[in-house]
């Protein structure tokens, strides 16, 4: 249990101590368990998590060390307790509990021995109240992490259970990996591919093989790697679904494992229209010759990514570093049509600051300045900054290392400091 876990632990049990009655502090047969405040878990659930049961004896001791299992367990933000004396001289103890805001899927990585059922039976041994989720701290994961190791132990399976909060760009999740097992991918299918043949998929997932099996890995690279090859061909509603992994029985690939991927392609489009809003510095007609798409195109996603870049590149030009272009799709299924709507929010412009070099020689500096010819104040043109490292720093580099005894080019770094208040860019040119 981590130091700040405890101290918050104890603040709540002193908390808890000052709102017990005098009555609480006798020994007295417990009559009634009562919980107010549960929204996702049963009384049942926390009555079990508790240790209490209805007609043990019990005192501040007692419900103290109940409460402190209660809050342990990091399913609970605040906790307190009251006692009341019923007629016939029984305790009647209420917990007012908060549960915790925030509790996590819980995600097994690569526990590919076992089904999912297997699992979740082998985690309630340990963890009764588990439901699929778990907080990220207190004993809970700590509870799921043990009964998971046991279920390894059972099946002399080698490896170390370990688990962490993993963040993704929509959705946190708490992921439990074993650590240590030799898992290698010995075989790729993708149920549902038509128009992008199986065989151009495993060739473009060639660099699974050369890994051990991680479900997260492989849900991440899909979209990345093997989606724009939909997308080249128009179809942009294709989605990859979780990956799923069976053992492989033979020796052939020993410990192994034969991965399916699920694709949903959904239905190829073409390019109907843009639509553009917020756009000032550039007309309509600059910016679609920038996207570089007609109708009745193929609506080639990568291309479309491209014209993206491309239109950036051009506000990039005229000084307006800051561009973004929020884009959103329309889509016409039955005329396999797709409309794009951008809007643009151009930001401010920017203007030359400072040229600042270091690293060399005053002469070399003066050399070098003499062959910039952005001046200060000007609109600053960030293509220039690639032509100029492409052209008179290249040469420059060049030049130096002819005159280095070691003949060695120096390492150069090349970076934009833009000031916001200002609207100015400064330009460091650093040798190593």
């Avoid at 996590?104 to 690569?110: A, D, G, I, K």
């Avoid at 240590?180 to 993708?190: D, E, K, N």
């Avoid at 600059?286 to 590149?313: E, F, S």
Wanted: aromatic share 8%.
């Amino acid at each position: 249990m981590n130091k700040s876990f405890r101290n918050r632990i104890l603040a709540l049990l002193a908390l808890i101590v000052l709102l017990v009655p005098v009555a609480a502090q006798q020994r007295q047969t417990l009559g009634r368990l009562e919980f107010v405040g549960l929204k996702r878990l049963t009384r049942d659930q926390v009555v079990a998590m508790s240790g209490l049961q209805v007609g043990q004896v019990v005192d501040a001791q007692v419900l103290d060390s109940a409460a402190g299992e209660l809050l342990k367990t990091g399913l609970f933000r605040k906790l307190s307790y009251r006692v009341h004396n019923s007629p016939n001289n029984q305790a009647i103890v209420t917990f007012q509990v908060e549960e915790s805001a925030v509790s996590l899927p819980v995600v097994f990585e690569n526990f590919v021995w076992f089904s999912d059922e297997e699992i979740v039976a082998a985690i309630r041994k340990d963890v009764l109240y588990f439901n699929g989720t778990s907080p990220a701290s207190g004993e809970t994961p700590d509870k799921i992490a043990a009964a998971l190791q046991r279920l390894l132990t059972e099946k002399h399976i080698t490896g170390q259970v370990d688990y962490l909060p993993y963040v993704s760009r929509d959705k946190q999740e708490l992921l439990f990996t074993v650590k240590g097992a030799r898992i290698p991918v010995c075989s790729l299918h993708f149920p549902g591919a038509s128009a992008v043949p199986e065989a151009d998929l495993v060739k473009a997932s060639q660099a699974l093989f050369k890994t051990d099996y991680s479900k997260k890995d492989i849900a991440t690279f899909a979209p990345l790697n093997l989606l724009p090859l939909y997308r080249h061909r128009g179809y942009l509603r294709a989605e990859f679904q979780a990956p799923g992994a069976t053992l492989e029985t033979s020796a052939q690939c020993s410990g192994g494992v034969h991965v399916t991927i699920p694709i949903t392609e959904g239905p190829s489009y073409r390019w109907a229209k843009s639509i553009w809003e917020g756009n000032d510095k550039l007309s309509v007609e600059d910016l679609a010759t920038a996207l570089g798409m007609n109708p009745g195109d193929t609506a080639d996603g990568v291309k479309i990514d491209a014209g993206l870049k491309n239109i950036a590149k051009a506000y990039a030009q005229r000084g307006y570093l800051t561009t973004t272009i929020n884009e959103s799709a329309e889509y016409d299924d039955a005329a396999s049509l797709v409309t794009y709507h951008f809007n643009i929010n151009e930001g401010p412009r920017y203007f030359m600051g400072n040229l600042i070099i270091t690293g060399v020689t005053p002469a070399e500096v003066d050399e070098l300045k003499s062959k910039w010819t952005l001046g200060a104040n000007a609109v600053f043109d960030q293509s220039y900054l690639d032509q100029f490292r492409q052209g008179p720093l290249r040469d420059f580099i060049r030049a130096k290392a002819q005159r280095s005894r070691i003949g060695a080019r120096p390492d150069v770094e090349v970076s934009e400091r833009p000031d916001a208040q200002k609207s100015t860019v400064d330009v460091v040119i650093a040798f190593k």
